[in-house]
């Protein structure tokens, strides 16, 4: 949620960053409109009650026909009061309700256009060149059957499309990840989390997963609970309704958790092997801090997580998300793409998103410095979203035989191989 009284003094800005978001613009209007409404209401309700006050001081001294006059109008404020009391209430209901229909206003350094207009900022590392090596490189979901890491058929008998085990070497490989990757995030500093994966409804809309993303949502209608799409959402609302003392600030936490999303509007895609599926475990980092530490706070966190992709010897790239892609709740989005040898181009492993106070606000989370208690900012980013990082160590460190390679980082956790072998049809 947006800053009504920035809304107010410049709502040109709230506009264009509607504009460039591919949204409704002329819900900033309807905003306005609804707060003047609220605000005049406001006043007319104070002016009325202080007459009505005014009136109560005088009627017990007077008499006669000047009491039954006074007495005549106090019954006409009582029914004024009580209207403009239901008109200001009724106003300020609206104003909420369409002030959390706003998504977060981009930074101004974010590039305009849909989901193919980001911006490259950077490439790291080189990807192989099979053709010199003499092979052609198998996509993860053959190496993965061959190291006997993956089963989609059973997952679909069990669970159905979109679903699979990770068997003997895969489960081996999810856990050695998901310790890598959480030891890096202790070493820096996060404290790490295991948090609940069904979370009230008020959670889930605060962290703004609630408008566009609903589509993607699990909802649990009995019991009125939402299965999490990703461990933001429990980390979000850990400090919901609470101040923080600035001196605390920031605050970081790693989570490991699953995840569960319906991906309904990805029908045709990456249906092979287990790129996009409904269930999956990850490891996320969050951030807290002060809002004018935000930015700083948001390279950070794609710092850690360009340390990560590099410590898995991965080939990727550094995106600046465009406006028409940004989830609701972020002003900004880095994304790091590793590549994928058999699909010729890079794809999404991590994202870090900085959400300013747009969480805060709707989630109640301030931050007390001083004498001023203000929202405080909040922000996340993925550093292992486990099948997306199996399909890139896979499909990157295979050799001719189907064998993969182990990058030295997971081999401590992998009881020190260096290779996962073909396992014996």
Not at 136 to 155: F, M, N, S, Y
Not at 192 to 206: D, F, I, Q, R
Not at 320 to 336: H, M, N, Q, Y
Not at 381 to 395: H, Y
Request: charged share 30%; with cysteine.
């Amino acid at each position: 949620m947006i800053d009504l009284r920035l809304l107010r003094e410049d709502p040109d800005r709230a506009r264009a960053s509607q504009r460039a978001r591919g949204e409704d613009v002329d819900l900033v209007d309807a905003v306005l409109s609804a707060d003047e409404r609220r605000r005049s209401s406001s006043v007319r309700f104070d002016e009325l009650r202080a007459e009505q006050k005014q009136l109560g001081k005088l009627i017990p001294k007077a008499a006669g026909e000047e009491k039954a006059e006074l007495l005549s109008r106090a019954g006409e404020l009582a029914t004024a009061v009580k209207a403009a009391d239901a008109e200001k209430d009724e106003a300020a209901a609206e104003t909420q309700q369409l002030l959390r229909r706003l998504s977060n206003l981009v930074h101004p350094d974010v590039p305009v256009g849909g989901e193919e207009d980001f911006a490259v900022l950077e490439t790291i590392g080189t990807p192989r060149d099979f053709a010199a090596e003499g092979f052609e490189p198998k996509d993860h979901l053959e190496l993965g059957q061959t190291l006997g890491a993956i089963d989609v058929e059973r997952g679909a008998k069990v669970s159905g499309s979109r679903f699979y085990f990770l068997t003997g070497v895969g489960a081996l490989l999810e856990l050695a990840l998901v310790n890598a990757a959480i030891a890096q995030a202790t070493e820096a500093g996060f404290t790490p989390m295991l948090t609940p994966a069904l979370v009230k409804p008020h959670a889930m809309e605060g962290t703004g997963f609630l408008g566009q993303a609903a589509q993607d949502v699990y909802h649990l209608p009995k019991d009125d609970m939402y299965l999490v799409g990703t461990s933001e959402v429990p980390l979000a609302g850990y400090h919901m309704d609470e101040i923080i003392e600035a001196d605390r600030l920031p605050l970081r936490y790693a989570a490991f958790s699953p995840c569960f999303r319906r991906e309904a509007g990805s029908y045709g895609k990456d249906t092979r092997g287990i790129f996009r599926v409904h269930q999956f475990d990850k490891v996320e980092m969050f951030s807290y801090v002060a809002p004018e530490d935000s930015q700083a706070e948001h390279h950070r966190l794609l710092q850690w997580e360009k340390q990560w992709l590099s410590s898995l010897e991965l080939p990727f790239q550094v995106i600046d998300v465009a406006t028409g892609d940004l989830g609701s709740s972020a002003a900004r989005k880095f994304d790091c793409e590793a590549w994928v040898p058999t699909q010729g181009k890079y794809r999404e492993l991590t994202s870090t998103s900085d959400c300013t106070e747009f969480q805060s606000r709707r989630l109640s989370i301030r931050i007390r410095d001083g004498k001023t208690v203000k929202p405080l900012a909040t922000l996340n980013g993925t550093l292992c979203a486990v099948p997306r990082t199996i399909v890139a160590l896979l499909e990157n460190h295979q050799q001719e035989d189907g064998s993969v390679w182990v990058p030295p980082v997971l081999r401590p956790y992998l009881g020190g191989r260096e290779v996962l072998e073909p396992v014996a049809k």
